[in-house]
């Protein structure tokens, strides 16, 4: 074992440092993380620089030799080995993100530190289930392989951080690369669980690296290494373009799952039960959700029905502390960002648009109320570019055909949500709509071999089952004459 610097959060105690190649690496500067309740200090990270991102490449560089070339099988009992360690530490997780980020603690017990372990889950058994596509044609016999690319770069944000980051990492080890992750630097903590336990799941040294700081250094400096061969990046178009320009500058091809604006439609015939009840949740997470349909769209002729039924489910959310399960808003993760988000508020206000309810950050906390807009136009700001916070817009329309012209009506196209109890209404709509993942009477839920992605500025590429699998690897065409003999 190497020493470590570690502190203690909330009795848990976290590797503050960097792991590269197996041992802990420390850096002469840190950076502080605090909590969204009180934003009270919790710990010191250390602030990866150039020089950490060029030990951690060629760390992952060593390390994708022995990685890769272990047979499906021994690189899956390692997957499933980590899968049954974040399970077994489900508590830790979920404790340390809560007070790193602001999650709702039983969502996390709940549903996402065990959607972590099945993400690793999933890829193991789809490595083991593959088969290499082969078959006979121009008197050849063929076989595409995949071959694994080499060290990828796995970049991701503040919102989901243990969620998303084992999302993305779980593709990129079991197509066989090795991976360097680096978590954001407002939620980095879950992180650092999970890197511990890769160190106890068997990984050879330098498959899995982590280097924790701030995306301009430390990530700049990772996605700009020529040595990386696959760079896999969560978060805003704005860091996009920039990750962008470095991959293009290597020839290195990069995924990119960025923001969204997904329209919420409400028919007529929908349940407006069911409906208005899942448009409330859409605050869920106080809004800090890619996924959110933050533009209700809903039938004109329904308008004062649904706005009746939506009132009665937000007014009884309940704002507090993530760490009690009564809450249903944290508080949003970060000042700034409350500040941003009171900012679109603010800014719509003085447009004219109308605060249908909400609009104010809650005094001595980061909460900030769940907001209902109705626009002045479908031009207005906060309609266009995403909140990211609990904002949600409200726009009615005549019909389908001026439904679906909203909903496809901004730059984004990661998800929408329809509610109609028309199943062919359903299928036509879902056809027309511009986006990567659209649901239609329910949300969030998907089979994890779906390829999941967006549309637009909401992002470039596939990610989800096979589609991550082909990302992270090499396709080659093996093409041997069939009269070839021994
Ligand atoms: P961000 O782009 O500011 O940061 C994301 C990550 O990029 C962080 O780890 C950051 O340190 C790093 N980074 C920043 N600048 C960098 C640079 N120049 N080079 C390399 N790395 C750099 O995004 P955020 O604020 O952390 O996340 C919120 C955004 O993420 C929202 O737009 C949200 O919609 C999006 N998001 C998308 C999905 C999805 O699946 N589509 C999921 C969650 C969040």
Known sequence: ??????????????????????????????????????????????????????????????????????????????????????????????????????????????????????????????????HDRTWDAKGM??????????????????????????????????????????????????????AELTLEAGFPPGAFNLVQGIGEEAGAALVSDSRVRRITFTGSPETARHIGQAAAANIVPFTAELGGKGPFIVFADADLDAAAHRAAWQFDDSGQVCLAGTRLLVAAEVREEFLERFHHNADALVLGDPRHPATDIAPLAHPDHRDRVHGFVERARDAGDVIVRGGRPVEGSLHYEPTLIEPASNLSEVVRREVFGPVLTFQTFADEAEAI??????????????????????????????????????????????????CGISGIGREGGDYALDFHSDLKTLMILDD???
């Open 141 to 194: 016999r063929n076989q595409v392989q995949r071959m694994p690319a080499g060290p990828a770069v796995v970049i991701t944000p503040w919102n989901a951080p243990f969620m998303l980051s084992t999302w993305k990492l779980a593709p990129a080890l079991a197509a066989g690369n090795s991976v360097i992750h680096k978590p954001a630097e407002w939620s980095p903590l879950s992180a650092a669980l999970l």
């Open 484 to 486: 070839t003999t021994e």
């Open 405 to 454: 012209s909203l909903a496809n009506s901004t730059q984004y196209g990661l998800s929408a949500q329809m509610w109609t109890s028309s199943q062919s209404r359903a299928e036509r709509v879902g056809a027309a709509i511009r986006a990567g993942l659209v649901w239609a009477n329910t949300f969030l839920v998907r089979d994890l071999t779906a390829p999941f992605g967006g």
């Open 1 to 130: 074992m190497t020493l470590v610097t570690r502190q203690d959060v909330g009795g848990v105690s976290v590797p503050v440092d960097h792991l590269i190649g197996g041992y802990w690496v420390s850096s002469p500067q840190r950076f502080e993380t605090r909590s969204p309740m009180g934003w009270e200090h919790l710990a010191d990270i250390a602030r990866g620089d150039e020089a950490t991102a060029a030990a951690a490449v060629a760390a992952a560089t060593r390390g994708f030799e022995e990685w890769s070339s272990l047979s499906v099988e021994d690189r899956a009992d390692v997957l499933y080995r980590l899968a049954d360690l974040i399970e077994a530490h489900n508590d830790e997780i979920a404790l340390v993100e809560t007070l790193d980020m602001g999650f709702l603690h039983e969502s996390m017990k709940q549903r996402l530190v065990a959607r972590g372990a099945l993400n690793f889950r999933t890829y193991a058994e789809l490595i083991t289930r593959h």
